[in-house]
């Protein structure tokens, strides 16, 4: 039997390919999110402790030391200042997190129209195969017919 042969299979293959190249993209971007998501949560939290040694440092019954206040007050804009950058960078990151994952899902939708394609190729050729299988039995059969006639 004849074996059946997709003569697009390389603009599969290359489908295949940029398919995952865009996989890899995202990923990568959903990594540096996650990392500037976590550098954020930090920041949140040393703004948080800064904020609290303030206070304490502020709290009536104490001496103040004016300089570690000054210190303190300096940390904390700070790291507001270290979160507000990353707020932005976060941003930037959504924007091309969305363009990313159009772009996997154009790729996707390429190949898999490319699938479709090969797989009504597929059957069309074993359609095929089959009426040729088919005319050759009925050709053996009307041969097979035809000799016992004759020998009849």
Known sequence: MAKF???LEAVLKQRLAIERQKQLALGELERFR???????RGFHQSILSEKQDLRSALAPGGS???SGVRMQANMSLHFVSKAQQTVYQ?????RKLVIARNDLLAAATSRKAVEKLKERRYE???ASEARKEAATL????VMGF?????QA
């Open 146 to 150: 035809a000799a016992r006639q004759e």
């Open 90 to 94: 976060l941003a930037v990151v959504h």
């Open 34 to 40: 996650l990392n500037l998501e976590d550098r954020l």
């Open 5 to 7: 042969r997709f003569e």
């Open 124 to 126: 069309a050729w074993l």
């Open 138 to 141: 009925d050709e053996i059969s």
């Open 64 to 66: 103040i030391d004016a």
